[in-house]
Structure formats: C-alpha cells, structure tokens
C-alpha cells in the first residue's frame, strides 16, 4: 500500500445472526477502496494532467463498488484483513473501470452515458479515453504487484490470477463474442459462454484475489471460485433484465441498449419470468457454494441477495 498512517488491522466485526448490516459493509468497503485508489493513481495535476484527470473522472464517477466489495468480503470469509485486501480490490476496480471506458467507445457499445455521467470519450475525446483505459488497465496491475504476499499465494500468483481474468480468455474473450454476436440470434450456450466471461470471470476472479489475500486454503478457494462464478452469472443475468426494465436514469446508463444493438439476452431468448428464475436459481446455487466457509461469509451472502434483488 502506498504511505497511510498505520493502524491495526481491521475485520468486519461479526453481527448478531440474521443482522448482518449491508448497507454499512458496503459503504465503509467503498470508502476504504476510494481512498486507496486515490493514493495508488497520481493526482489529478500531475502531467500529463489530462490523462489522470480522466483516468479519474470515470474512477470516481459513482460506480457501485462491487467488485471490491467481494474482494473484501471474500478475504473477510477467510479470517483476512481489509487492508490486506485493498490492493487487490483497487486492481480488480480499475480492470472493471477500464473495460466500461472501451466498451461505451463508438467502436464498441457507443454509450454517451455511464455512472450516471456523459462518458469518457464524450469528456476528453476518444483518443484519450483510449489511453484512460490503456492507463487503467496498466494501473491494476501496478496495484496488484504492491499486493503483500499471503501464507500461500505469492505475489507472482495474485497477478497471474488478474491477469488470466482480464485477458483474451476471458475478459477479453467475452467482449470478442458479444461483438461478434450481435444481430446473429444466439442459443442459450452461446450465452452462456459471452456471459461466463464478460462478466463473471472478474466477479469470480475478485472473490479468489480476496481468499489468497488471507492466504485461504484450497477448500476455501474452491468454494469463492464457484461462488463468484454463480454470483457473476446471475449478475448478468439481472443487468439483462435491468436494460429492459429500468430507465437510464435509474441505470445511470442508456436503457435499452440491448434491444437496440440486437444484442442476445436472457429476456429476448427466454423471456422475462424464466430469466427471473434463472438469476434465482442461480444465486441459489452461489449461497449453496458458501456453506463450507460457515458464518464468516455472511457478507458474501448479502451480497448475493443483494445483487439478485438491486434495482440498478
Ligand atoms: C475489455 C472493452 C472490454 C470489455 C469487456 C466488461 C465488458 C466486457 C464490457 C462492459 C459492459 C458490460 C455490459 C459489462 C458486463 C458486466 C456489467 C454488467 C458491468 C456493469 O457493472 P456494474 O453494474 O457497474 O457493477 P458500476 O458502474 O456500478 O461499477
């Protein structure tokens, strides 16, 4: 971590069963990874001051913090500590970062609305939103690199780990098959495979950066792997249902876009109910995946519910 005033490590503390209070996990999660992303970039003014102000610009534009919020939950579920945490959840949020500044660019999605806010590239220009991206992606793994080795997992394999998520498997492999899918009326496998890594693989990828931070064991990794990948699905899934059932100002981003780029869904293939029953089914199969780390994962099982149930 770059210099902070040391203080103890801090854990969640454990909540009376059944009161598990989300909305303060979230927002202390939140509040601890803006101020680690503020000291991990270079400021605003330092030049070229263009390229951190719009590095920063979408950073801090009001996401939702939620894959650092599983990085954090999921170390908490392994006896892990926040600060051992934050560089992995900073990393996983400027990779997720990145990716909205290229997907919204006119030769991607064309989005001019994100978090909220115009995009990046209707702000600086698609040139810079170009390198803000290129930037941001560099940054995670200049984070990740400053991560502490943990009982297992040495420095070299927390990279390795964000690095195959993000990359030409995965991340990467999944924004490939979107683009290539869209007007083309896809099967539910084929879906599947775009949803497996657009989306879940960086969710499911978070929660395994959060276990190697508290050095967890296989089991433990085992069971946030599947839970990330459940969990990453079903996100998608709702985002689906989200484009066709939400405005953009609840969004925060253009509604519709799915329909109007011909994109295959869950709602456009299977309709809106069964997709309703496919994020439940799927979160279900996400809490089953947490049983083997007992009551110190009740915040990744929050989480879960949360996501199935959000709104935006
Ligand atoms: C590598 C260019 C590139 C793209 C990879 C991630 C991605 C593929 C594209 C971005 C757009 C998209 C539909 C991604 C799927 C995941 C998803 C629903 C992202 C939105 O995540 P939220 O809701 O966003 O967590 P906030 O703004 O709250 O952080």
């Avoid at 999660?29 to 605003?44: I, Q, R, S, T």
């Avoid at 990794?221 to 066709?244: E, K, N, P, R």
């Amino acid at each position: 971590m770059p210099s902070r005033k040391s203080s103890p490590k801090s854990q969640a503390r454990p909540a009376p069963a059944g009161s598990f209070d989300l909305e303060t996990f979230l927002r202390n999660g939140a509040e601890a990874v803006n101020a680690a992303l503020d000291l991990f970039l270079p400021k605003p003014t330092v030049r070229p001051a263009t390229i951190h102000k719009a590095m920063r610009y979408s950073l801090f534009a009001g996401g939702k913090r939620i894959r650092p919020s599983l990085v954090i939950a999921s170390a908490e579920a392994c006896g892990g500590f926040v600060e051992d945490a934050l560089p992995a959840a900073c990393a996983v949020e400027c990779i997720h970062t990145y990716s909205l500044i290229h997907d919204d660019l006119p030769a991607m999605d064309d989005d001019d609305f994100r978090r909220g806010k115009p995009t990046n590239h209707k702000v600086f220009g698609e040139g810079i939103a170009v390198l803000a991206g290129d930037a941001l992606l560099t940054s995670a793994f200049d984070i990740i690199a400053q991560a502490p080795a943990s009982a297992r997992y040495s420095v070299a394999m927390q990279v390795r780990e964000l690095a195959e998520a993000s990359g030409s498997l995965q991340l990467i492999a999944g924004q490939v098959a979107d683009l290539e899918g869209e007007g083309k009326k896809l099967t539910v496998p084929q879906l599947r495979y775009i949803h497996e890594r657009k989306t879940s693989a960086l969710l499911r990828c978070s929660a395994r950066l959060g276990g190697m931070s508290a050095g967890c064991t296989a089991a433990q990794l085992a069971a946030l792997s599947d839970f990330g990948y459940h969990v990453g699905l079903a996100f998608q899934v709702i985002d689906d249902i989200l484009d066709v059932t939400q405005t953009s100002e609840k969004l925060g981003k253009t509604a519709g876009k799915d329909v109007e780029a011909e994109k295959a869904t869950y709602p456009s293939i299977v309709g809106l109910e069964k997709s309703r029953r496919i994020a439940q089914q799927l979160t279900a199969r996400a809490f089953a995946a947490l049983k083997p780390l007992g009551k110190r994962a009740e915040a990744l099982n929050a989480i879960a519910e949360f996501l199935l149930k959000r709104d935006r």
